[in-house]
């Protein structure tokens, strides 16, 4: 089995000096091409965006770079310290909408939709574990600036990373479960209606709805209306609202005059 794409699994020390770019590491510049640390996170970015992290090892990305694999590692150390660079540096490309002086449900909207695009642009971004998160300057402002959502509203500050997470951690889902949907449609080279037209006649012949009323009625009415056994997108939608709904309950309660911006 594959192990899992996690987050600082490298030595912390060397990841720390490549992220925060310590002389040692920032200054390092090799003969071809002017190769440096940026040059090597943008290949292996190109790489994971088309080949996803399956895909991305220190000699596919010392081929995009055309360089010897031996030359990337006077770069990087290795591939755990590659992905955390990798991340933090997607982390600060992301856009920082301003939300001052909007409701609290319009900031946790706008972090919401800042991070799906992440996972969109970056589909890589959301299968990799960041229960250990990179220390880097992307992610300390990235998680500055989705804090400021929630200041204000009278959070202590370990509600307000609990809701952060919480928020983060439905978005990355969501996008995990919409790459699986777009990866079985490549699989198969068959829409969700292609192969509910093909399933549902043969499920129909073996299926008693008297024995199963309420999946027989609840599948079919929600099949009808996504078009599909599951929508991502709706799911995502439905899901966000839900989520918010939640949190008005704790923010509400924190701040009474939260109320009114919700």
């Not at 952060?164 to 490549?186: C, I, K, P």
């Not at 292609?194 to 299926?207: D, E, M, S």
């Not at 005059?257 to 919700?262: I, M, P, R």
Request: glycine share 8%; proline share 6%; net charge negative.
């Amino acid at each position: 089995m594959r192990a899992p794409d996690v987050t600082s699994a490298g030595d912390p020390a060397r990841t720390l000096a490549l992220l925060w770019r310590e002389p040692s590491t920032a200054a390092r510049r090799g003969p071809q091409r002017g190769l440096d640390l940026d040059a090597v996170i943008e290949a292996a970015t190109a790489v994971a965006d088309a080949e996803g992290l399956n895909g991305l090892t220190m000699r596919r990305v010392a081929q995009e770079l055309r360089v010897s694999p031996m030359t990337l590692y006077t770069y990087v150390p290795g591939k755990a310290e590659l992905l955390d660079v990798m991340l933090d540096a997607a982390y600060g490309r992301m856009s920082r909408t301003d939300t001052t002086g909007q409701p609290w449900r319009a900031r946790l909207t706008a972090v919401a939709e800042e991070n799906r695009a992440l996972f969109a642009t970056h589909p890589w971004t959301a299968t990799v574990s960041t229960l250990r998160p990179p220390l880097g300057p992307g992610a300390i402002a990235k998680y500055e600036h989705e804090l400021t959502a929630l200041d204000g509203l009278g959070l202590d500050d370990v509600e307000m990373d609990d809701c952060l997470t919480l928020l983060l951690s439905f978005v990355q889902a969501n996008a995990r479960v919409t790459a699986d949907a777009r990866a079985t449609a490549q699989l198969t080279t068959m829409t969700d209606d292609q192969w509910w037209a093909a399933a549902g006649p043969l499920l129909a012949r073996v299926l008693d709805p008297a024995a199963h009323p309420l999946a027989t009625r609840v599948g079919s009415a929600a099949g009808a209306a996504h078009g599909s056994a599951h929508d991502p997108a709706h799911a995502y939608e439905f899901g966000l609202r839900r989520l918010l709904d939640g949190l008005a309950t704790l923010i509400e309660r924190a701040i009474p005059a939260a109320s009114g911006n919700s």
